[in-house]
């Protein structure tokens, strides 16, 4: 009788009702994250990509340059999406150039990874949605006046999360 009675109890703790409010905080969460990501696209002027979308153009060889905006040893080191280059953004918007920033590295240096065809398909990416890294690394592209250029909220969180294979760096 007394494991009835757990059972039951563990059945109630477990029931819906926890479950719908947990539910509704968690959509309150993903409204929150996805106007943010919604308002800085509006505000960067740039296009998003999703993980299958990459995952396709990169095994339809659509020529491309990806970037990972996350710190070199830290993270792209460790895992990136294959054939990504690497160049480190800061998380709080990037108003101005400031070199201390972006490791050193000069608004030239940018542009010279990006190269003279302003046409050119350009992919920015950091670690997950919330991660502002691409939205600087997109809107910088997009200030230097390349025209293609998307972001890849996801990340490579989400490329993980579709276990795509990573590239890493020995």
């Not at 308002?39 to 970037?67: A, C, F, H, N």
């Not at 160049?87 to 240096?109: A, V």
């Not at 949605?129 to 997009?142: F, L």
Request: glycine share 8%.
């Amino acid at each position: 009788m007394r494991s009835i009675f757990t059972l039951l109890l563990i059945v109630l703790l477990a029931s819906p009702v926890s479950a719908w409010d947990n539910k509704f905080e968690k959509e309150v969460k993903t409204e929150t994250a996805a106007v943010k990501l919604v308002r800085e696209v509006v505000r960067g002027g740039y296009d998003v990509v999703t993980t299958d979308e990459l995952k396709k153009w990169i095994d339809d060889g659509k020529e491309m340059l990806i970037i990972d905006t996350m710190p070199f040893e830290s993270s792209y080191k460790k895992a990136h999406v294959p054939g990504a280059a690497q160049f480190l953004f800061p998380i709080p918007d990037m108003n101005e150039w400031d070199s201390k920033e972006t490791d050193g590295k000069s608004q030239q240096d940018y542009e010279a990874l990006l190269g003279a065809d302003k046409d050119k398909l350009i992919v920015v990416y950091c670690g997950f949605v919330k991660c502002t890294r691409s939205h600087n690394g997109a809107v910088w592209a997009k200030k230097l006046g390349y025209k293609n250029v998307y972001r890849y909220p996801g990340g490579i969180f989400a490329w993980k999360g579709a276990d795509y294979e990573v590239g890493t760096v020995k």
